[in-house]
């Protein structure tokens, strides 16, 4: 297969993920992540165009609103920003298929994933599923192509899939955050969201790194459940569940290539350790031959920009 091919499957397969914050007046650089913002609304704008100018046809949203609550109850409100995003893209930017983040954490003063009762330190599970439901469906009324439930609360996608059928969204897709582990490679990913716990962790609900059995009965679950893509979470150092959950499941599977270990290659990059464009295309490789159909990378623009830039190159040659 030539290297322009192999370009073309990464190109259709990556997915962009995309940082939309409340209130602000200029997008806000991303310190731990060089080439990574919190978006206002002009400056969505100007990137949705350039990454439709590129190519990039599927992006992750994520919203951070302007203020937390303990319940964190603007993450399910009808006039969100993040909702607002995702109808505005829908009405003007069409040509882009939204994946969109079902979370709490980023909307909570405590930082945990779901609805914890004031006064106490646990995950209230009814609530949270509760909550969960209500925000998918909040964001399919918004005109999002897939939700994407992160929390990792047992029987999330249950929940939203029957929550969407009840609200007439049988069209909406779920992709689930199957196996999401308890990793240290979230770290840049927190400081975007301002979603570090602020009491406890979350492996009380992640997974442990050490469980692959775990992983793959999750990911049988969630599949009997009505996830549509399933996921693995991070991408990296879990390549053995990536292709054992491919081979084993034969379902459409997406891989997060986290925050993490994109800061890792930028800083190597810098530091003149290896060529960044190399080395992002041989972790996409690993990727795809471990069994991803998806891949989730903070990398799927300048991937897009390098393929444009070699499709000149070859027609300049051609010329």
């Given amino acids: 297969m030539s290297e322009e091919n192999k370009k073309k499957i990464y190109l259709e397969s990556l997915i962009y993920p ?9 997008d806000e ?28 046809k599927n992006l992750l949203l994520f919203g951070i609103p302007q203020e937390k609550t303990w319940q964190g109850e603007t993450a399910w409100q009808a006039n969100n920003f993040l909702n607002w995003a995702i109808s505005f893209i829908k009405a003007y930017y069409p040509g882009f298929k939204i994946f969109s983040d079902v979370c709490l954490c980023a909307y909570t003063q405590h930082g945990h994933c779901g609805i914890i009762p004031q006064g106490q330190s646990q995950l209230d599970r009814e609530a949270t599923l509760s909550a969960l439901t209500e925000i998918a469906v909040s964001q399919a009324k918004a005109g999002a192509d897939f939700v994407c439930p992160s ?11 029957q929550g969407l059928d009840r609200a007439g969204f049988r069209e909406v897709k779920i992709m689930s955050y199957s196996v ?58 879990y390549l053995d569940i990536v292709y054992q959950a491919k081979e084993k499941f034969k379902a459409p599977l997406a891989v997060y290539n986290v925050s993490g270990e994109y800061a890792l290659v930028k800083l190597g990059a810098k530091q003149g350790f290896w060529s960044e464009q190399e080395l992002v295309y041989e972790l996409i490789a690993s990727f795809k031959r471990a069994g991803a159909d998806y891949i989730i990378t903070y990398h799927a623009a300048d991937i897009a920009a390098w393929q444009i830039k070699y499709e000149q190159q070859e027609s300049a040659i051609i010329q």
């Fill in 18 to 26: 995309l940082f939309v914050k409340q209130g602000l007046s200029f």
């Fill in 180 to 237: 999401k582990f308890a990793s240290n490679f979230y770290g840049p990913f927190r400081q975007i969201a301002d979603s570090s716990p602020r009491f406890g962790d979350r492996k009380a609900y992640q997974l442990d790194y050490q469980c692959k059995e775990v992983a793959l009965a999750r990911i049988e679950q969630e599949i009997q459940e009505g996830a549509e893509i399933i996921m693995v979470k991070p991408g990296l150092a």
């Fill in 151 to 161: 929390a990792m609360a047992r029987h999330q996608v249950k929940a939203i899939r």
């Fill in 29 to 56: 650089p991303v310190e731990s992540m060089p080439g990574v913002f919190r978006y206002s609304l002009a400056g969505l704008k100007d990137k949705l165009t350039q990454l439709n100018n590129l190519g990039i």
